[in-house]
């Protein structure tokens, strides 16, 4: 079966603090994975995808095969880092995404 | 258009009636994406187009809910004889289709049925 796991609804950290939000999947082949935001009323958009290996906005996430986990990094985070993150597969060719349930980031200041 | 555009934003409607809502993806873009986002239920996806045809529609919920599109353009998902349960934003999304090309959302449109 193909499925994206975020187990927290929640994460709420102090600005300066470090940041991880955990993604686990389940998926037979070799997997494209992303991670989405959706900042307060704003439209959802594309962070960050593996194949890149790029670090956007202070953000990296590393694919893990062995651990079946794609966790979302940040060392510091900023309080402009709350919103909504949603961490997403890509089966196949076609470019449709598998969505995990996401995790709001609350960051205090 | 500078980015996929949904309409309409808002929608009440009463339980029992067919509800149409329209996707106008960005130009030049092959493919499009419907997805439902939900309290409790997080994105779900509902159906994939490629040009003009579906060639996924595993996540749509029932048979009141169908989809189509025209001139590899403008989309209407259109859901009958709504239920409460329907009540949530749907959300159009477009790319340029296959994998590795970045998929790019609308705003999406609210749905509530009363």
């Known amino acids: 079966a193909q499925r994206v796991t975020q187990p927290e609804k929640l994460l709420s950290v102090f600005k300066g603090a470090p940041v991880e939000l955990k993604c686990n999947y389940s998926?037979?082949?070799?997997?494209?994975l992303f991670w989405y935001v959706q900042y307060s009323r704003q439209r959802l958009q594309l962070l960050l995808r593996h194949i890149s290996r790029e670090s956007i906005k202070g953000f990296t996430a590393d694919l893990n095969k062995g651990e079946t986990s794609f966790h979302l990094k940040k060392p510091f985070a900023q309080e402009e880092d709350s919103a909504m993150y949603y961490c997403?597969?890509?089966?196949?060719?076609?470019?449709?995404?598998?969505f995990g349930q996401g995790t709001t980031l609350q960051v205090k200041p | 258009g500078a980015g996929v555009s949904q309409s309409p934003s808002n929608k009440v409607t009463e339980k029992g009636k067919d509800v149409e809502l329209r996707c106008d993806p960005i130009?030049?873009?092959?493919?499009l994406y419907w997805y439902r986002q939900s309290l409790g239920q997080g994105l779900e996806f509902l159906i994939y187009f490629q040009g003009n045809s579906a060639p996924d529609k595993s996540g749509l919920p029932s048979d009141r809910f169908s989809a189509e599109r025209t001139g590899g353009s403008v989309s209407t998902l259109t859901i009958q004889r709504t239920q409460q349960e329907d009540s949530a934003v749907y959300l159009c999304?477009?790319?340029?289709?296959?994998?590795?090309?970045?998929?790019?959302f609308g705003e999406g449109s609210w749905l509530t049925v009363v």
């Open positions: 997403a597969l890509s089966p196949g060719n076609t470019g449709k995404l598998i």
């Open positions: 999304a477009s790319s340029k289709g296959g994998s590795g090309n970045t998929i790019y």
């Open positions: 130009s030049g873009h092959t493919a």
């Open positions: 998926y037979s082949g070799s997997p494209e």
